[in-house]
């Protein structure tokens, strides 16, 4: 059941996470359904909308069900998620930026990205951070692909690896398992992010178990944001690789946790929705009163961290 936390003061903003499906492997279509998500959460009063991994332009769930030895198969899914991937900056975010502004709101977009810089053939797993006047802030870029994952994504290095200053408080976060590295999430922490953004494919009791222990520990609103993906979202190709009566490939279990660990809205499953929360960032503060792990509690005379951001 969905519950949502009432503003208490002047301090508190409303967020949200856009718990929906990609048009599967079609940048423009997916692109248009951003953006009209994102006037819609404007419209209701979110001064941030975070979006699921991968959105633009859907998950490769394949790299976990078709055998590396298919070649020409994988070849064809793969130069098809490249064409209806992302360069940073491009068109696309064109679209993003102008559709950040006109609703005022700040967005974090889940993406495949290319990598423009050198051959634009590789793909990066990236979230690109827009501020509520339509400026690029900054992206991450998946550290870790996971397993098979390993296949698509391209690892990102350490140089977009910090939290941005926007109207509503410092974000920053990591994308799906990575959320499970100890010391990224340290690195996240330390970069005095606030809301902590985790764009993910993963769901269930043990993700949102990992998502309360995160907001815990960081003392940090998390919004956590996984895609639905129903079976009729697939292309014809794609569906044959599913057992028979399967209808959902992803069922979403979105939501949004405070600085305590409690979820104030969501987990939603099996459904096509954007979630809002009213947050306070005094509540981080109350929070840190017993347990800062980048502050009181830290200990940097035991324990030494850095990163490398080159």
């Known amino acids: 059941m969905e519950t949502q936390m009432k503003p208490k003061n002047l301090n508190s903003v409303k967020v949200a996470a856009a718990q929906l499906s990609p048009v599967f492997l079609n940048k423009v279509k997916t692109v248009e359904k951003a953006v009209r998500a994102i006037l819609e959460a404007g419209n209701?009063?979110?001064?941030?909308?975070?979006?699921?991994?991968?959105f633009i332009s859907g998950y490769p769930d394949w790299v976990w069900s078709i055998p590396a030895s298919q070649n020409e198969r994988l070849n064809d899914l793969y130069v098809k998620l490249v064409e209806n991937a992302v360069s940073i900056p491009d068109d696309t975010t064109k679209k993003l930026c102008e559709a950040a502004k006109s609703a005022n709101i700040n967005v974090v977009m889940g993406m495949n990205e290319t990598n423009s810089e050198t051959s634009n053939a590789s793909l990066y797993n990236t979230m690109l951070f827009i501020d509520y006047k339509g400026v690029i802030l900054g992206k991450y870029r998946k550290l870790m692909p996971t397993n098979c994952e390993r296949l698509i994504w391209a690892q990102g290095n350490g140089s977009t690896l910090k939290s941005y200053n926007t109207s509503i408080g410092k974000i920053g976060g990591l994308i799906c398992w990575?959320?499970?590295?100890?010391?990224?999430?340290?690195?996240?922490?330390?970069?005095?992010?606030?809301?902590?953004?985790?764009?993910?494919?993963?769901?269930?009791?043990?993700?949102?178990?990992?998502?309360?222990?995160?907001?815990?520990?960081?003392?940090?609103?998390?919004?956590?944001?996984?895609?639905?993906?129903?079976?009729?979202?697939?292309?014809?190709?794609?569906?044959?690789?599913?057992?028979?009566?399967?209808?959902?490939?992803?069922?979403?279990?979105?939501?949004?946790?405070?600085?305590?660990?409690?979820?104030?809205?969501?987990?939603?499953?099996?459904?096509?929705?954007?979630?809002?929360?009213?947050?306070?960032?005094?509540?981080?503060?109350?929070?840190?009163?017993?347990?800062?792990?980048?502050?009181?509690?830290?200990?940097?005379?035991?324990?030494?961290?850095?990163?490398?951001?080159?």
């Open 44 to 54: 209701n009063g979110a001064k941030l909308i975070v979006f699921p991994e991968v």
């Open 178 to 310: 990575e959320n499970f590295m100890p010391l990224a999430r340290n690195a996240i922490y330390e970069a005095g992010t606030q809301i902590y953004v985790a764009p993910t494919w993963d769901k269930g009791s043990n993700w949102l178990g990992s998502m309360q222990h995160i907001a815990r520990e960081g003392g940090l609103f998390v919004v956590s944001c996984c895609m639905t993906l129903h079976i009729n979202d697939l292309p014809e190709e794609l569906k044959k690789i599913y057992v028979e009566g399967k209808e959902w490939i992803s069922t979403g279990s979105s939501c949004i946790i405070n600085p305590i660990g409690e979820i104030v809205t969501g987990p939603l499953d099996s459904k096509e929705e954007i979630l809002y929360a009213d947050i306070d960032l005094l509540e981080i503060i109350a929070a840190k009163r017993k347990f800062d792990s980048v502050g009181h509690y830290a200990r940097p005379d035991v324990f030494n961290f850095s990163v490398n951001n080159s």
